[in-house]
């Protein structure tokens, strides 16, 4: 009976160890996910990159750098047509930083750890966000897109940045990008399709309406 209650105990601290080391690294928050063969193998390409090393920070329309940003290899979509296959990772993840707050009840000041979301958006939608509070209203998606050519297995990678219009946020600000991919538009969009290179220099974009790509856009005439 004695040997049972010791092992009853050595194995419930263990558990509550496992659970405090879980907290202290972040794992309940940030859990791990096994990445499909596909995934693993277009990572282990992009790293080999030069362009990355430090991440990618994309030239804003002021001509100043974004905060650094990095692919979340959790948060992927595929996709492919006749001639490509695709494979689009989610690119907010950037640096964690520390902040002070100040403790709700004993009032002393503390450090804690965050992490930034990138954010881009339209004039429009900063507006109403300053209106009303409701930070939905400042959504946009970046991702990277590895595009591998199905005929020669050559790959290439480069940045999709979507800004959506004030317009088309309010009839979808509950899932803003739920129809939307490299591949698919959505019959409803309106906004921005904007392409940078792995190093973040701009290329073009376009400016779409119900779907359908309305003009190209240039350096010059980028966020307009």
Known sequence: MKAKLFLWVISAIFFVGVIFTSCMTGDLLTPKVILSPEVIDAQSWYEKQEANTKGIRI??????????????????????????????????????????????ENGAEEQEMYQERFSVTNGECTRKFNETGDSRYLVNSIRLIIRTNKETNEREAFVMLVIPDLSYLEMHLDAPFKDFTYLKRGEAFNGFVHYYRLDGSYTNGWKYIDGKAHRIVTIEQKFM
């Open 59 to 104: 030239v804003l329309f002021n001509g100043e750098r974004a905060t650094p940003s990095w692919p979340d290899w959790r948060l992927t979509f595929s996709e492919e047509n006749a001639q490509y296959k695709i494979l689009g990772v989610d690119l907010s993840k950037t640096v964690p930083k520390k902040r002070s707050i100040r403790n709700k």
